[in-house]
């Protein structure tokens, strides 16, 4: 309020007469804040939608490539101490150890192809390499010029004790030194075979191990205590670790050489010394319930052959259980459990001479006193199978026990009774 010259009361009213758009309104205000907001929201969303455009624009200029996704899978190999992840060839598999700061990974590539060394037909012979022969490229090609044409060969690449006889690249065998004293690589091997036009198994002994758990104790059999470590004897007398079947680092080590030895062109692993060594009284009362109940002991055994199999079949391969006539009829064979193994073939060794007199099954006593060799395994064969349940039946036979007239009658009567595919060791 004012007065005027007058003396007369003016009332301006300016704060209601004010015109909504005026410079100074409240509502112009907020309009701004308003449109200014806006504005960025457009701003930010067009640059989003040119970043594409303009980014692939850019790289063209400058000369680049588009990166393309690494189509390769890693396998995680557990080890008692980290190490840089190696470079190698393996399936499509991870393993993960209970402890993840124990654990390393082992990655791989495919741009080498596979040998053709696959089984190329239903109907085979197997024949057992000497581990001698992967002495030198020179030993390996004599001694397959040794082999039949058409036949099989099996070639022994982990042996008994944990050596491995290939140059492996998985981190684990490097370290260990279980490949110290290989001078073929598993590419030289493979390729060696198919040159000589024949198909090929690898033979892999799983437990009956040193290398790897002497490298990572927890690959071995561990006290109750979770420390201490089991040796098959005393180290001033040589004792060595075995490789446990209850660790997880064991099985992720038998399944990473699986996977390297598949990529290479072998369709078929032949997994021997699935057995656990011979444990005292005292042993078991140190090592505890895993190795003192039957069960346990089975189950175990059995996840180690599985991993090994499923390894193998996700490059269209398998795993072959094997296991010896004579110590299954004795209850030896402590993973013969077809219900619960995922192996769809059994390799049955068999050894003619340890049945000279008479053994007992399913509460009969059998004599086999006097018989041929070809009554021999009319007798033998129908156990075999039984044993096997539904997985297919592959006979071994130890050669030096066949006379040549013997061994002869013995391949008319399996062929005769539909028995394509056998071996001699």
């Known amino acids: 309020m004012r007065r005027d010259p007058r ?26 804040v308003l449109l200014t907001m806006l504005m960025i929201g457009l701003l930010v969303v067009a640059g989003y939608l040119a970043a594409e455009p303009l980014s692939r624009l ?27 992840t190696e470079t190698v060839t393996t399936a499509k598999l991870t393993t993960t150890a209970s402890d993840p700061e124990t654990t390393s990974s082992v990655t791989t590539t495919g741009a080498v192809p596979a040998a053709d060394i696959g089984l190329k037909s239903f109907e085979y012979v197997g024949r057992f390499l000497k581990e001698d022969a992967l002495k030198s490229p020179e030993a390996l090609d004599a001694a397959l010029q040794e082999i039949p044409a058409g036949c099989c060969v099996i070639v022994p690449l982990k042996i008994e004790g944990g050596a491995l006889l290939y140059q492996s690249q998985v981190k684990g065998a490097v370290a260990s030194g279980a ?29 009956d191990d040193a290398y790897y758990p ?9 006290l109750e205590d979770g420390y201490s470590r089991w040796l ?104 013969l459990q077809p219900v619960m193994l995922n192996t769809p073939s059994a390799v049955v060794y068999i050894d003619p001479n340890s049945f000279r007199d008479s053994f007992w099954h399913n509460n009969q006593k059998i004599s086999m006193s006097g018989l041929s060799m070809q009554e021999k395994l009319q007798v ?43 071996m001699f060791k």
């Open 232 to 335: 098959d004897n005393k180290p001033e007398k040589g004792g060595k670790p075995w490789m446990s079947p209850f660790s997880d680092s064991a099985a992720a080590y038998l399944q990473a050489l699986t996977a390297e030895i598949m990529q290479a062109g072998f369709q078929n692993i032949l997994c021997t010394d699935l057995d656990y060594p011979h444990f005292y009284d005292t042993d078991l009362e140190l090592l505890g319930s895993p190795v003192q109940s039957k069960q346990n002991r089975a189950e175990g055994l059995i996840r180690v052959l599985n991993g090994v199999h499923q390894t193998a079949s996700q490059q269209g391969g398998g795993a072959m259980y094997t296991f010896s006539l004579y110590d299954a009829l004795n209850r030896d064979a402590e993973a």
């Open 58 to 84: 850019l790289h063209k200029w400058t000369g680049g490539t588009e990166s393309t996704p690494d189509s390769s899978q890693t396998v995680t190999e557990p080890a008692s101490e980290p190490t840089p």
């Open 214 to 222: 002497t490298y990572d104790t927890t690959a071995g059999f561990l």
């Open 380 to 422: 033998l064969m129908p156990i075999a199978q039984e044993l096997c349940g539904d997985m297919h039946l592959i006979p071994c036979f130890r050669e030096r026990s066949f006379r040549q007239q013997e061994q002869t009658q013995a391949e008319a009567w399996l062929r005769e009774n539909g028995y394509t595919q056998y």
């Open 7 to 32: 003396g007369r009361k003016v009332y301006s009213r300016r704060g209601r007469q004010r015109n909504m758009f005026h410079t100074k309104h409240r509502f112009r205000s907020v309009l701004s």
């Open 179 to 207: 490949c110290k004293d290989a001078t073929l690589t598993i590419r030289e091997i493979a390729e060696s075979i198919q040159s000589h036009q024949l198909s090929a198994i690898a033979k892999l002994s799983l437990l």
